[in-house]
Each structure stands twice: as structure tokens, then as C-alpha cells.
């Protein structure tokens, strides 16, 4: 099986359409993808729809998750989130809270961006991300029309996007631990989304991941594209000594990023045993 634990629609900041995601997934010949969009679920019903209609001889599974927006002692991260129950009262406040912050930080990180000499506006930052949630990639998208930078990433440096550059701003997110145990409530499995992921800014501390884990985290993201063959031992190492799974995903965004889906994968043994601790929802399968 290929396992693919964390992809992007543009229900986010994706390029593809939730459907599109689900005929690429077909198409790279993976057997399981997850939308992990971020802070909502608005994807989710396309997703499961795109399924269901796949032609006779295709076969794929959604996991339906969300990736959450985080923070501790100033330091900003991500959580995955699977297989929870998208009704529960108590996390969906708190996403519908991040949701609304990110459109007013969208807003104060587009000026700033003129301040510092861009030529972009609101108005054009809002039709790159169309249906979607604002967040920096669509600003870092244009950036690039602007020819400010010649790629998305470029982007994301001190000089611009980056956690704590020149233009970023602050927005609302979630204390880690917190996070953890929301989806829990909600019957979901939370994985921490690229922890050595040190190319965009701070990472936490080894404490912060021992933390978590008391808290409920089941695994660690590995082997993803940010991270290099040191960083993937390090933590690999950090998830057997805390009693934690190891995932491996594209974090595919589309034409966004030039990540391919697939990139990397989950072994299925860890998948199985990520899906017999959810309790909130279960995959959408064809």
C-alpha cells in the first residue's frame, strides 16, 4: 500500500480542487491519501463525493483530517489531525476562531508587504486564494506575480514570509497541548506535522515533543520534504525514546509547491494502527 498522511485542496491553500486531489491521488497510484486542510473541513464533502464517484477499477481511501494552526513560547507549528469528529462543539469553535483570525492577519501582512516596496494588493491576494482560507502561500503567490520573488518559496525567508520576517504578523493559534487533547475529545489522532522543519523559522524544543506526547500525540511526521537525513534520524530516535509512531507524507499543495504526492509515504502497519485509535470518524473508501 502507499500512504500518503498529508495533502492540501484548495479548500486551503492548495491549487487543486478536492476533487482534482482525488484523481491525482488515483493517478500517482496511492492507495490512501489524507486532505489535511488547513484549520477547516470544508473539503471534506467533495472529497467523499469524488470518491464515491471514482470509475469502476479505481480504488483510493480519504482520510479526512485538518492541519491546525499552533503555538508555544512564540514559536509557531502545525498539528495533523485525523479522523475526528468535525461537529464536536468545543474544537470546532476553536478552528472557526483561527479560521477568522487568518483573514485579518491575511489583511495586516498584504500591507506590510507594500510597506516593504511590493507591489500586491488585498484584492488580488483574495482572487489567488478564491474559495479558500487566505494564508501566506497565496500571498507568497503574489509575490511572485509582482516579481518580487521568483517562486513561491523564495517567499518564505526572513525577507518576507517567514515565522518572524519582515512582513509577517502574528495571528491566532492554538497552545500545542490544548490542541492535542481537543482531538482527542473530538475521537481524532493528532501527528505533529514537520517538527524539524527548521528552513521555516524556530522549531520547538525536544521537551515541547515530550510534552505533547504525554498529552496524547500519537506520532511524529518524519519523513517529509523539509527535512533532511540527520533530521529524520534525530527524530525517528526522539519517537522511539517517547513511545511515538513515525509517519512519512508529501504535504502536497498543488502547483503551489513542486512536491509530488506520494513523495513520501506511511508503512501500513503504522496507518492501521493510526485508524484503531479514531473513534470520530472513519475513512471515506471506494
Not at 476562531?97 to 498584504?110: E, H, K, S, W, Y
Not at 491576494?125 to 507568497?140: E, L, N, W, Y
Not at 500525540?217 to 527535512?227: K, Q, S
Amino acid at each position: 500500500m502507499r500512504i500518503d498522511l498529508h495533502a492540501h485542496s484548495n479548500a486551503s491553500d492548495g491549487t487543486d480542487s478536492p476533487a482534482e486531489l482525488v484523481a491525482a491521488a488515483v493517478a500517482a497510484g496511492l492507495d490512501v491519501v489524507a486532505l489535511t486542510d488547513h484549520d477547516t473541513v470544508a473539503g471534506h464533502a467533495e472529497a467523499a463525493g469524488a470518491v464515491h464517484a471514482l470509475p469502476d477499477g479505481a480504488r483510493l481511501t480519504v482520510v479526512p483530517g485538518a492541519e491546525l494552526s499552533c503555538v508555544v513560547d512564540g514559536v509557531s507549528m502545525h498539528l495533523l489531525a485525523y479522523l475526528f469528529d468535525p461537529e464536536e462543539p468545543e474544537f470546532a469553535r476553536e478552528r472557526e476562531l483561527v479560521r477568522t483570525d487568518r483573514f485579518r492577519r491575511g489583511r495586516a501582512v498584504v500591507e506590510r508587504c507594500r510597506e516593504l516596496g511590493a507591489d500586491i494588493s488585498w484584492e488580488q491576494v483574495q482572487r489567488i486564494a478564491g474559495a479558500g482560507s487566505v494564508g501566506r502561500p497565496h500571498i507568497a503567490s503574489a509575490l511572485v506575480e509582482a516579481g518580487v520573488v521568483a517562486t513561491v518559496s523564495d517567499a518564505f525567508t526572513p525577507e518576507w514570509l517567514a515565522n518572524g520576517a519582515r512582513a509577517d504578523v502574528r495571528k491566532h493559534e492554538t497552545d500545542p497541548v490544548r490542541a492535542v487533547r481537543l482531538v482527542r475529545a473530538a475521537g481524532g489522532v493528532p501527528v505533529f506535522a514537520h517538527p524539524g522543519a527548521v528552513k521555516r523559522g524556530r522549531t520547538v524544543p525536544d521537551q515541547v515533543i515530550a510534552d505533547l506526547a504525554a498529552a496524547g500525540l500519537a506520532a511524529l511526521e518524519v519523513d517529509h520534504t523539509d527535512h533532511d537525513e540527520e533530521t529524520r534520524q534525530r527524530l525517528r530516535g526522539l519517537a522511539g525514546d517517547l513511545g511515538l509512531m513515525v509517519t512519512g507524507s508529501s504535504d502536497y499543495h498543488g502547483s503551489r509547491k513542486t512536491v509530488r504526492l506520494g513523495e513520501h509515504t506511511t508503512d501500513p502497519e503504522v496507518y492501521e494502527a493510526l485508524l484503531a485509535q479514531a473513534t470520530g470518524a472513519k475513512p471515506i473508501e471506494r
